[in-house]
């Protein structure tokens, strides 16, 4: 089943956007609301914005359906073109694999956004402008990622994490099967990469292909069933509970609202993540 919403004239360049959707009812109305937020559209970008429901229940997938089409005023008023479309269960890669077929060829860049997430305003913005500069020079530059703040169920920050230097294993996994790679939610990728081989193929690039922009854009949500398990695994090796009680923990608008300097001095003394927090993806078994 799919249902398409709109289609738009705009001629400005054109990013596409991924959701993803399994068992994240309660946390999707603030991911489309970052995504309607994007700076990248007042200043002339288009997006487009595919949902590819990963084979939830039939109750589940009706009111994510009435929150799409309750959506429909914001899409039209933001122009962008609108998708829902629904898989058999068998992962987000599965997810990742069904939403090409929705892909505008015209698509520049990708980037995924999980139904669980947050993105601030500046981030698809931001990423395409490094990525359109690093590739001005280098058209073999594939990938632009970014640092991340983490959020609990509630929205609420509870931890920093910086983007390690690029390594294949990390973002893709030691143990490549067919259709199990994805793109990480911190990433802009060229579409046509993406869209036409497979995510692995990107394994093959240089690690200077890929660029780190030293900025905190993705709010990474923590929380029990979440697909990739993340959530539990940091609870349980307790990466993250150690804030300092003399610190509020500001929710995800919140920490927007925060000037720069006030930012900065909240990273001073949030908990960050260290890079074995990350080990539990090798090898990647997603199912």
Known sequence: MTIDMITRASEGPLVSVIMPHWQALPYIREALS???QQTFLSH???LELIIIDDGSQDRDYSSLTEIFQSSRNELLEKHIAGVL?????????????AAKRHIDRESI?????DADDVFAPQFAETLFDRLEQQRSSDLSVVMAYCDSILIDEK???IGSATAPDFDSDLYFGRDWVEGKNYIPGNALVVTKIFKHSTPR???AVDRDKWYHVA?????????DGQMSGHGQKLKEREFFLAWPQEAAKPNWRQWLDL???ERAALLEIIPATRNEAWDHYYPLKLK
């Open 259 to 261: 000037r720069p300097k």
């Open 109 to 113: 860049y990708t980037f995924v956004a």
């Open 215 to 223: 900025e905190r854009l993705y709010f990474y949500r923590q929380r």
């Open 44 to 46: 002339g970008g288009r």
């Open 155 to 157: 929205g609420l920050c």
């Open 34 to 36: 970052s995504i309607f």
């Open 85 to 97: 479309d629904r898989v058999p269960h068998g992962g987000k890669n599965r997810a990742l694999e």
């Open 201 to 203: 193929d990107l394994n």
